[in-house]
């Protein structure tokens, strides 16, 4: 290579950008010019989606002359690309050569363009690295589960087309899928763990690539349609699947892809980040949120992204996620983004994470990279529902979740940007925590820490006054949230499936009282005919990892985080489907602790006594 002076970058001009032009060097070196434009004014281009990773390895490539350093594994994308490119599509973007990464304002103006760099691409190129040829078989087995689709849904169109199934054996078998021990499924777990998959920029490169994306491999062959690997994921989801051990949980992430580019209508950016912050990561944390703005319904009005939104590389990212916080509670006026708060110092949630934000406040959600796999992360109480036929996820609480009886919030901040003020009630005090057991198999015996037994010889003092009848029903409503339509089954049937399993745990013990333990028994084998203890336990699952079984100072039951201690405050603050767990740090704050379930607070039972003057509104400085 005969340039040896570093390329230097112009500035680039409002509402520009550069491109970088092919030069299809037959001497084997990587050589090419950049071009700068105005992004209406652009030749047709394809953009480059492509994992930056953690490589050390760089190369130079001759760029107008000059030098400039990028990855091994990109300098082979690029030779790649210009065997596929001819004259009329010689031109291409791509963020580490087209981008100064060294200058933070370029950076942060480029971010702004990327949703409209992508959607004015011929297409989005994928190119998964030189690794992604040892997975070449995987291909084959997607292709199997798409035509598994194609031929039980002819005329899908979009994702909401398929219908559910619960996924059985026998029905595997019968689709003529591969037998789990085939090597085939070894490939698809081998290229989904591609670190593509999981990067969160590339979730807009997808949702905006006008054509079909495209998979680019190394060497021969013409590479992969986007559309094909994205139907099958979102037929796996929909069939059951997703939950196996079997499946790589980043088919979970290729889904979510589907879905968001199908939706005829921008996701709000709550939703975007409850439905990617744990399936997607970022190597800056700040990105979590930056690479969302361009798909983000608030961001797509004609006057752009909200001043507060702009992406500002210069903040910290505790600094980003409270304004983006404050953001959201101010214009929704609902709680639903709290379902991620990071919580009290030293917490569960925040020993799971990558990376420690230690000035991050209790309730401002942390959207930063997990340590751990998705089966160990505590579930949501806020979900993402369909809004309509457009496809569009909001995010909200399930019906049955209605604990501020619609009264929406107004938050308000204080001389300190790290506290906010929520308006609510105190309606009950945490007096018994039981951690549950943090358990991946679901159908294991034991769902506590505790055995069964010994739970159940806690609470029924405390409960001694409620009906037998009265306590099952609680206590297997609150381990499963409430939500026994998630499997499928009935309040009755569930009811049946919880009293089996309390049965087979409780029935050859001596509890604390004989009579009582007795009438419980007999109750229990009533209640249990036509029950399936393993079908509680899977439902159950979903809820107790990571939370503890509560029992409050009123003899209500409930769920909650798993740092939830005896005395915490259990609150209705105005704008949440649920009660809140608050800790008092001093007179004069609190911190969040996190969202539960608490039996009887559900259906806005504490507005009602509020409204009858039972109880009092406060206001909670939370810090």
């Not at 949501?380 to 036929?389: A, C, H, I, Q, V």
């Not at 501020?404 to 919030?409: H, I, K, N, V």
């Not at 026994?484 to 049937?493: A, E, I, K, M, Y």
Request: hydrophobic share 40%; proline share 5%.
């Amino acid at each position: 290579m005969a340039a040896s002076q570093p390329y230097a970058y112009d500035l680039l001009e409002t509402d520009s950008i550069r491109l970088f032009g092919l030069a299809n060097d037959v001497s084997g070196v990587t050589t090419g010019t950049l071009k700068s434009t105005r992004l209406r004014d652009a030749p047709a281009y394809v953009a480059l989606s492509y994992s930056w990773g953690a490589e050390r390895h760089i190369v130079p490539i001759e760029i107008d002359g000059r030098v400039l350093y990028i990855t091994h594994s990109l300098a082979i994308a690029i030779r790649r690309l210009e065997q596929l490119t001819t004259e009329n599509s010689k031109w291409v973007w791509i963020d580490k050569i087209c981008i100064n990464q060294d200058d933070v304002l370029e950076r942060s103006h480029q971010v702004r363009l990327m949703g409209r760099i992508f959607s004015a691409a011929i297409r989005t190129l994928i190119w998964l690295g030189p690794d992604a040829d040892k997975c070449r078989p995987a291909w084959t087995l997607i292709d199997q589960i798409y035509a598994v689709f194609r031929k039980h849904n002819p005329h899908a169109k979009f994702i909401a087309d398929i219908p559910f199934q619960i996924y059985s054996a026998q029905n595997h078998a019968a689709l003529g899928l591969p037998d789990w021990d085939d090597i085939l499924w070894k490939y698809l777990r081998l290229l989904l763990e591609l670190p593509w998959f999981t990067r969160t920029w590339v979730i807009q490169e997808v949702a905006f690539s006008p054509g079909d994306p495209f998979f680019i491999q190394g060497g021969q062959g013409n590479g992969y349609p986007w559309h094909r690997l994205g139907w099958a994921a979102s037929w796996l989801r929909r069939n059951g699947y997703l939950r196996l051990i079997q499946i790589p949980n980043e088919l979970q992430s290729v889904d979510t892809m589907s879905c968001i580019r199908q939706s005829l209508t921008p996701w709000p950016l709550d939703a975007l980040l409850i439905a990617t912050s744990i399936k997607f990561h970022a190597t800056d944390q700040r990105d979590k949120v930056y690479a969302l703005l361009g798909l983000a319904a608030e961001c797509r009005s004609p006057a752009g992204i909200p001043d507060v939104l702009h992406p500002d590389y210069s903040l910290d990212v505790s600094e980003l996620y409270t304004k983006v916080a404050l953001f959201l509670l101010r214009r929704n006026h609902t709680l639903t983004v709290l379902t991620r708060a990071g919580g009290v110092s030293g917490g569960v949630s925040r020993a799971q994470r990558k990376y420690e934000f230690d000035l991050l406040p209790s309730w401002v959600p942390n959207w930063c990279d997990f340590a751990v796999a998705g089966r160990q992360i505590v579930r949501s109480l806020s979900w993402l529902t369909d809004s309509d036929t457009t496809g569009a996820s909001v995010l909200g609480f399930p019906e049955v979740y209605n604990a501020a009886f619609g009264l929406p919030t107004k938050p308000s901040t204080s001389p300190c940007i790290s506290e906010v003020r929520l308006n609510g009630l105190k309606v009950d005090k945490v007096t018994g925590v039981f951690p549950f057991h943090n358990f991946l198999e679901p159908l294991k015996r034991q769902v506590h820490d505790y055995s069964i037994v010994e739970v159940w010889k806690a609470i029924l003092p405390r409960l001694e006054k409620r009906r037998a009848m009265d306590i099952i029903d609680s206590y297997i409503r609150t381990t499963t949230a409430e939500q026994h339509g998630l499997s499928g089954n009935t309040r009755d049937q569930i009811l049946k499936d919880g009293a089996a399993y309390l049965l087979g745990h409780l029935s050859s013990s001596h509890l604390c009282q004989e009579e009582y333990s007795n009438d419980l028994i007999v109750l229990l084998k009533r209640l249990s005919i036509g029950g399936n203890p393993n079908r509680y336990i899977s439902l159950a699952t979903n809820f107790c990892i990571q939370r503890t079984f509560i029992i409050t100072s009123n003899g209500r039951m409930g769920i909650g985080p798993a740092d939830t201690l005896p005395g915490d405050m259990i609150t209705i603050l105005f704008g949440g489907g649920v009660p809140y767990i608050l800790r008092v740090d001093s007179e004069q704050t609190s911190s969040l602790v996190g969202e539960s379930y608490i039996d009887g607070l559900m259906k806005g039972e504490a507005i009602q006594y509020w409204k009858q003057n039972n109880f009092v509104e406060e206001t909670f400085n939370l810090r």
